[in-house]
């Protein structure tokens, strides 16, 4: 007989935080595109606790410097470069992604350099040419954070029960599916 293994509290977490960043769209009147939200929440959504923070702040760093950057690439394409959807536009897309890895290095936040990169291909590359680059940005941004923080809050449990189970192991483990030997501390 075949066994499988059981739903766990991680897969209905992403759905459900999927199903909140569709929601909180539509609460927004249908402004920005859940599709980064629901990707943010799904990165966020972690089995430890510390991994959820580290990977918020890991996303919520690589979304403002990938913001930034692409707002000036934007601005500077609007403004400066008549350039349109030629080669010489990814080319210049390519190279400026030297500059924003280099960046996360210069601060010291090497793992979100992937995280900008994402953002600001996402914006340079996606970005209406008809559209507010602002607002585009600022959506964009504002997408990405809410699935974060959506994240986080779905994770909150698991910082209670981190904080509960230090003082003392009351079989909350068992409770939340988890197996011994499995838990980090936060």
């Known amino acids: 007989m075949i066994h499988f293994p059981r739903i766990g509290m991680r897969i209905i977490k992403s759905a459900l935080g999927v199903l909140i960043c569709f929601t909180i769209y539509f609460l927004r009147g249908k ?12 990165w ?15 996303r919520t760093v690589g979304t403002f410097i990938g913001a930034v950057f692409g ?19 990814y080319a210049i897309i390519s190279v400026t992604l030297i500059p924003l890895i280099y960046s996360t290095v210069v601060i010291d936040q090497k793992k979100a350099s992937y995280f900008s990169c994402v953002v600001f291909l996402s914006i340079v590359v996606n970005h209406l040419m008809d559209e507010n680059p602002y607002l585009f940005v600022l959506n964009r941004s504002l997408d990405t954070l809410i699935g974060i ?3 986080l809050v779905l ?6 029960s981190d904080m ?3 003082n003392q192991d009351n079989g909350s483990s068992i409770l939340l599916g988890e197996q011994k030997g499995r838990r980090t501390k936060a």
């Open 155 to 160: 994770n909150a449990d698991l910082i209670y």
């Open 164 to 166: 509960r189970s230090d």
């Open 44 to 58: 966020c959504i972690q089995n430890h606790t510390s991994n959820t923070v580290g990977n918020a702040l890991q």
């Open 149 to 151: 923080f959506v994240g």
């Open 31 to 42: 402004q920005g595109t859940p599709f980064y939200s629901a990707l943010a929440v799904l």
């Open 71 to 89: 707002l000036i690439y934007i601005l500077v394409k609007l403004h400066l470069l008549i350039i349109g959807d030629s080669y010489l536009h």
